[in-house]
């Protein structure tokens, strides 16, 4: 008898597609000369393009918030920063991408109204906040370019440990009860370890030590003080070099909440409570993923993802397949494992093992695919391959809208070939680098 082992999730016109189809997600159009050395109190002015990703949220044109794009039409912030969601104070937000300073009008500036907003529903205001998390979806799409990308989601067990460098940017007070400024800013902090994180907490608020579940926050900045987020930068994301590597930044916070501004927190407990700190408090984007994904995918379609896909090894296997159907007789995509190869097949070479990714689907008007992990760079040893196919009569057009290399001395395979049957045997085209 054989077996098969499947957990599945796979966008199906989903929304975070069309971030993906432009510029890619987390990689800024200008590098801030300051992001190596960030040692400035409080930070330093950024560089213009440093943080596409940034939004300003603007009450009838004073600045009060930040986001972070995630796709043309979704940008993520705190739940915090909606006191209200009528009808009334929504109508006079906006939502301005592109934005660096907040004088004149940037050159990809674009200002959009807000559409909806999605407040999780396990937040509560009072602290430790946890939740603070929301989605607005804007009222027409992002005109995504140079100075307007979005930023990454991270992986559910992204690995980036304490002491990362992260950054924040923002329009938010220079100090404590300062002034907010016009031109964006940026400030280095490092991830604090979640256990001293906890413990700091508890010296603000005694009920830290009861939370059930877990808190869903994490903090950043030093022990010392002299440099954190401040108001006017919640919402806005806290961004960490990815830990999966590829040269690209994700979203591992969203800044929610802080015990002053900058103050130092290394010994809270000897201090009256009025004169305690802490560290910079956000959400832990991590943990929330099934929310936004969940409100992400919301009229776009379904939500069905790959986890594993593994069939016990019968070399005279032809017949197990998965088929996502939209109606009868009307197959949105076709995973074969026999007349192909295997979704998530392995086989030995030598002591290497190649991996196949196959997917058949059918194309109607306009679709697009990624390799596994886009933007991120894909693994070692990964055979992609997919077989698309229209009607009898019809012509498929390829655009491609981003091919990258990992850069290797040794790299000698690594190819995109165009086949014009199944089997493989008519190549119609080949792009090396």
Same mark, same amino acid.
């Given at each position: 008898?054989?077996?098969?082992?499947? %957990?599945?999730?796979?966008?199906?016109?989903?929304?975070?597609?069309?971030?993906?189809?432009?510029?890619?997600?987390?990689?800024?159009?200008?590098?801030?000369?300051?992001?190596?050395?960030?040692?400035?109190?409080?930070?330093?002015?950024?560089?213009?393009?440093?943080?596409p990703w940034l939004?300003?949220?603007?009450?009838?044109?004073?600045?009060?918030?930040?986001?972070?794009?995630?796709?043309?039409?979704?940008?993520?912030?705190?739940?915090?920063?909606?006191?209200?969601?009528?009808?009334?104070?929504?109508? !006079?937000?906006?939502?301005?991408?592109?934005?660096?300073?907040?004088?004149?009008?940037?050159?990809?500036?674009?200002?959009?109204?807000?559409?909806?907003?999605?407040?999780?529903?396990?937040?509560?205001?009072?602290?430790?906040?946890?939740?603070?998390?929301?989605?607005?979806?804007?009222n027409q799409p992002?005109?995504?370019?140079?100075?307007?990308?979005?930023?990454?989601?991270?992986?559910?067990?992204?690995?980036?440990?304490?002491?990362?460098?992260?950054?924040?940017?923002?329009?938010? #007070?220079?100090?404590?009860?300062? #002034?907010?400024?016009?031109?964006?800013?940026?400030?280095?902090?490092?991830?604090?370890?979640?256990?001293?994180?906890?413990?700091?907490?508890?010296?603000?608020?005694?009920?830290?030590?009861?939370?059930?579940?877990?808190?869903?926050?994490?903090?950043?900045?030093?022990?010392?003080?002299?440099?954190?987020?401040?108001?006017?930068?919640?919402?806005?994301?806290?961004?960490?070099?990815?830990?999966? !590597?590829?040269?690209?930044?994700?979203?591992?916070?969203?800044?929610?909440?802080?015990?002053?501004?900058?103050?130092?927190?290394?010994?809270? %407990?000897?201090?009256?409570?009025?004169?305690?700190?802490?560290? !910079?408090?956000?959400?832990?984007?991590?943990?929330?993923?099934?929310w936004i994904k969940?409100?992400?995918?919301?009229?776009?379609?379904?939500?069905?993802?790959?986890?594993?896909?593994?069939?016990?090894?019968?070399?005279?296997?032809?017949?197990?397949?998965?088929?996502?159907?939209?109606?009868?007789? #009307?197959?949105?995509?076709?995973?074969?494992?026999?007349?192909?190869?295997?979704?998530?097949?392995?086989?030995?070479?030598?002591?290497?093992?190649?991996?196949?990714?196959?997917? #058949?689907?059918?194309?109607?008007?306009?679709?697009?695919?990624?390799?596994?992990?886009?933007?991120?760079?894909?693994?070692?040893?990964?055979?992609?391959?997919?077989?698309?196919?229209?009607?009898?009569?019809?012509?498929?057009?390829?655009?491609?809208?981003?091919?990258?290399?990992?850069?290797?001395?040794?790299?000698?395979?690594?190819?995109?070939?165009?086949?014009?049957?199944?089997?493989?045997?008519?190549?119609?085209?080949?792009?090396?680098?």
């Amino acid at each position: 008898m054989r077996t098969a082992l499947l %957990s599945l999730w796979f966008w199906v016109n989903s929304g975070i597609d069309a971030a993906q189809t432009g510029p890619k997600c987390g990689v800024p159009h200008t590098w801030s000369p300051m992001v190596p050395s960030l040692r400035v109190v409080g930070g330093a002015e950024a560089s213009y393009g440093s943080h596409p990703w940034l939004v300003s949220l603007q009450n009838r044109g004073s600045h009060f918030c930040g986001g972070a794009i995630l796709t043309d039409r979704w940008i993520m912030t705190a739940a915090h920063c909606f006191a209200s969601l009528s009808k009334e104070f929504l109508s !006079g937000v906006r939502a301005v991408v592109g934005e660096f300073d907040q004088r004149v009008d940037d050159e990809e500036e674009q200002v959009f109204d807000i559409k909806s907003v999605s407040v999780h529903e396990k937040y509560r205001h009072a602290l430790p906040m946890s939740y603070d998390i929301a989605l607005m979806e804007l009222n027409q799409p992002v005109r995504l370019g140079a100075r307007v990308r979005p930023i990454c989601l991270p992986l559910p067990d992204e690995n980036i440990p304490p002491e990362t460098s992260c950054i924040v940017g923002g329009w938010g #007070r220079l100090k404590e009860k300062g #002034r907010l400024p016009a031109v964006l800013r940026e400030v280095q902090l490092d991830l604090v370890d979640p256990a001293k994180c906890k413990y700091v907490l508890q010296t603000i608020k005694s009920s830290f030590l009861n939370q059930r579940p877990a808190m869903t926050v994490l903090c950043a900045g030093p022990e010392r003080g002299g440099r954190d987020a401040c108001q006017g930068d919640s919402g806005g994301p806290l961004v960490c070099p990815s830990g999966s !590597g590829g040269g690209h930044w994700v979203a591992l916070g969203v800044t929610s909440w802080g015990k002053g501004c900058g103050r130092s927190w290394g010994n809270n %407990s000897s201090r009256p409570p009025s004169r305690r700190g802490s560290p !910079g408090v956000f959400t832990d984007v991590r943990l929330l993923l099934p929310w936004i994904k969940r409100k992400l995918r919301d009229g776009y379609g379904v939500l069905l993802e790959f986890d594993r896909f593994h069939l016990e090894n019968d070399s005279h296997c032809r017949y197990d397949r998965l088929v996502v159907s939209a109606g009868i007789r #009307r197959p949105v995509g076709i995973v074969p494992s026999g007349d192909a190869p295997m979704l998530v097949g392995k086989r030995k070479e030598g002591h290497k093992h190649t991996e196949y990714c196959t997917v #058949r689907s059918p194309l109607e008007d306009q679709s697009a695919i990624h390799s596994p992990n886009y933007p991120q760079l894909y693994g070692e040893d990964c055979v992609l391959r997919w077989v698309v196919y229209a009607p009898r009569g019809h012509v498929v057009k390829l655009d491609f809208a981003d091919f990258d290399l990992e850069e290797s001395d040794r790299c000698l395979y690594d190819s995109l070939t165009v086949l014009g049957d199944v089997e493989g045997t008519e190549e119609i085209g080949r792009l090396d680098e």
